[in-house]
């Protein structure tokens, strides 16, 4: 069953008292709280993932997103985040409790899931043309992941990547993408019907909203895809759309500094990133507007084949 | 009642792993995850050949902390080694303790635990020298208050902790396993007399085996804090099953704790592991092992030694806990001492210490870019 076939006030009555059960990717949910905007907040982003009855006894991660137990809470109402009964976060204000549960999942996934090489990178796929975008904050990577999801490509990943060890697969999380500042206008013009979360202004960072993932890539989130190319993006206020090898050497010693759990998987973290980048073309990609960004991709997709690249550049060694 | 029986059953008797139902594991897993024993339960499973048998979501979960738990023990091998080297430069011999030492000298007990901190145990006489390299060599004191201070040098057998600037590894330096204040008074130069020296390295020993067994009882039993209980005392079970292939060795063990002090603790240890973690040690075999209090201590350790998880806890839980913990420094300390010590920990040691913590995070980032980190 979908979340969106649950009515309303059951999904709110669930999610106060024993929670609900829900599948994300490969990791399944419980997750609890008495704050409405998060049934409002997972009706609107979760509604096309997997939910089961109330009587599910398995889940990966227990989950709970609810005020504190503090007198301090009448004066500033908060938002705090808890595992299990920890509580590895700070508090948010009470406003975005929807994104302290997304920041929340995103701790359990990078802290615990460690039978995966866990990167901070985006997943895009067309055509079986599999692009993973490893990107430093402010380098535009989720606007990009954005403007291409909405342009039919699927979204295997906006922030965490799951590499399987042993076959160095992609797992597939297509959870919300989450938009920061001047992105949230850009991916409005870019196509005004996106499904986007009101900004939430009454952050230290800027506003921050989330894109509804689309419906197709929910539906195929169980499909493992192995990546090929590996795409390191960049916004610029100006130029064009360029495209530009880059060794692998160099993109190598960066994947190692995006991969979240490296230190904890040790020798064998240095062997599955070898393995990525070996069966990956690496590539700069530069950018000012959206639009072309999004049809270079396309260019590259079309003409994928499975044994061939129809492109300029050999590939950098 | 509260209850990590399916979680003490796997640890106990790993052929029930397959059995287990998907709601059995689901409580399991928290629970071990609480008490720091997920990769020690994939080992477990590993022994039985039972890890087939599980559900695939259980086997990534074991796996993953499997996986951490293992390079951990590589880092930590590293850590003893550097630290050995520093010591060994000034002449000072050292003993490793606890978790360590588990590593060092190969114990099944090291397969799947995570350990903190690296106990290291020193001559006595030495702690100055010791204390002056290890602060040359990157390792800072964290709390320097003058309360802190005293506590640990005067009453304490251990120095305050120290953590290295760069690696972030924390290091306690003991000079002897149960404090100077202790009503149990075994004596160092025992342990050291046992000391088995680590092949390979030039002054590096770990426990005699009696020693170790009974430093785990000890480490347990008349600590105050509870946090690990379960992990411990699995630890106590693990290390008896590894050391009982010795002959007599249950015999010779009564008589070590009574040559250090330790009998009371050690009849504590044998009572819980046996009930809880099914540890069958043969009581028999140690006559005169009487543990004390037990219409008391049964219904308090009994809680006090569940895992620190919601599903483990029921109203008595805090009541047990408090109660161990006052228990724990009352063992540590004499009256006069325990009463203003657990006043000032209660009040002013707040305040005092926050604004330590604050000055040693300046000095810690000080000393970072001085290496120029």
């Known amino acids: 069953m979908k979340l969106l076939q649950l009515p309303p006030a059951e999904l709110r009555r669930q999610l106060a008292t024993c929670g609900v059960w829900l599948r994300t990717g490969p990791f399944s949910l419980r997750v609890q709280s008495r704050i409405p905007s998060v049934a409002e907040g997972l009706a609107k982003f979760y509604g096309q993932f997997e939910v089961r009855s109330v009587h599910e006894v398995f889940a990966d991660f227990h989950v709970a997103v609810n005020p504190p137990a503090s007198l301090r809470h009448c004066l500033r109402p908060q938002a705090t985040f808890s595992f299990d009964g920890i509580q590895p976060l700070k508090p948010l204000p009470r406003g975005q409790a929807f994104t302290m549960l997304e920041q929340g999942l995103n701790w359990c996934v990078s802290t615990q899931a460690h039978h995966y090489l866990i990167l901070n990178a ?3 796929e067309k055509n079986g043309f599999v692009a993973v975008l490893p990107a430093l904050p402010g380098s535009g990577k989720s606007t990009l992941t954005a403007g291409l999801v909405l342009s039919g490509w699927r979204l295997l990943a906006d922030e965490l990547t799951l590499i399987d060890r042993k076959t160095g697969a992609i797992h597939a999380l297509p959870r919300p993408i989450c938009l920061e500042n001047e992105s949230i206008p850009l991916i409005h013009a870019l196509n005004p019907d996106a499904f986007l979360s009101p900004p939430s202004r009454d952050t230290t960072e800027g506003p921050i909203a989330y894109m509804r993932p689309p419906k197709e890539s929910v539906r195929r989130q169980h499909e493992p895809a192995h990546p090929g190319w590996l795409v390191f993006p960049k916004w610029v206020a100006e130029g064009e759309a360029e495209l530009r090898p880059r060794s692998k050497q160099q993109s190598f010693q960066f994947l190692t500094q995006q991969a979240i759990n490296y230190s904890q998987l040790g020798a064998e973290g240095f062997r599955v990133c070898t393995g990525l980048i070996e069966q990956t073309d690496c590539y700069d990609f530069q950018y000012s507007q959206l639009d072309e960004a999004v049809a270079v991709f396309d260019r590259l997709a079309a003409s994928t084949t499975t044994s061939t690249l129809d492109h300029e550049d050999a590939r950098a060694c | 009642m509260i209850n990590a029986a399916r979680l003490c059953l796997g640890l106990a008797n790993p052929m029930q792993l397959g ?21 020690t339960l994939y080992y477990a499973a590993l ?3 039972q890890l087939d048998q599980l559900p695939e979501r259980v086997r990534a979960q074991l796996g993953a902390a499997r996986h951490v738990a293992d390079r951990h023990k590589g880092v930590i091998r590293w850590e003893v080694e550097a ?10 011999p050292m003993i490793v303790l606890k978790g360590a030492a588990y590593v060092v000298a190969g114990l099944e007990a090291s397969q799947g635990r995570i350990f903190g901190d690296i106990d290291i145990l020193v001559p006595h006489g030495a702690l100055t020298d010791v204390e002056r390299v290890l602060g ?31 690696r972030g590894t924390v290091l306690d330096v003991h000079h002897n396993i149960l404090p100077l204040t202790a009503r149990n008074k075994p004596r160092a130069q025992a342990l050291w007399d046992a000391a088995l020296p680590v092949s390979g390295f030039n002054d590096l020993y770990v426990l005699a085996p009696e020693d170790m067994l009974l430093h785990s009882a000890a480490h347990l039993f008349l600590n105050g804090e ?18 009982a292939d010795a002959p007599q060795f249950w015999h010779s063990l009564k008589k070590r704790a009574e040559t250090l002090d330790l009998v009371q603790t050690l009849a504590y240890a044998v009572r819980y592991a046996n009930r809880l973690l099914d540890a069958r040690i043969p009581e028999a075999g140690m006559p005169g092992l009487s543990p004390p209090e037990t219409w008391l201590m049964d219904p ?4 006090g030694l569940q895992p620190n998880h919601a599903s483990a806890r029921d109203l008595w839980t805090p009541a047990a806990l408090f109660g161990l913990y006052v228990r724990g420094h009352y063992l540590r300390m004499p009256l006069h001492l325990l009463v203003p010590h657990l006043l000032y920990k209660g009040t002013l040691a707040k305040f005092n210490e926050q604004a330590l913590h604050d000055a040693n995070q300046e000095k810690l980032a000080q000393f970072r870019a001085f290496l120029g980190k």
């Open chain 2, 226 to 243: 509870f946090e690990h209980g379960l992990r411990d005392l699995n630890d106590f079970r693990r290390l008896g099953w590894q050391f």
């Open chain 1, 122 to 124: 985006a997943v895009v």
């Open chain 2, 300 to 303: 308090i350790l009994s809680r």
């Open chain 2, 47 to 49: 022994g039985a050949s």
């Open chain 2, 19 to 39: 059995h287990f139902s998907e709601a059995d594991w689901d409580i399991t897993l928290r629970q071990a995850r609480a008490a720091g024993l997920l990769a």
């Open chain 2, 83 to 92: 630290i050995h080297h520093v010591l060994d430069r000034i002449g000072v």
């Open chain 2, 136 to 166: 040359r060599t990157g390792w800072v004191q964290e709390d320097r208050s003058t309360y802190n201070d005293r506590y640990y040098r005067q009453w304490m057998h251990e120095i305050p902790a120290r953590r290295h600037a760069q």
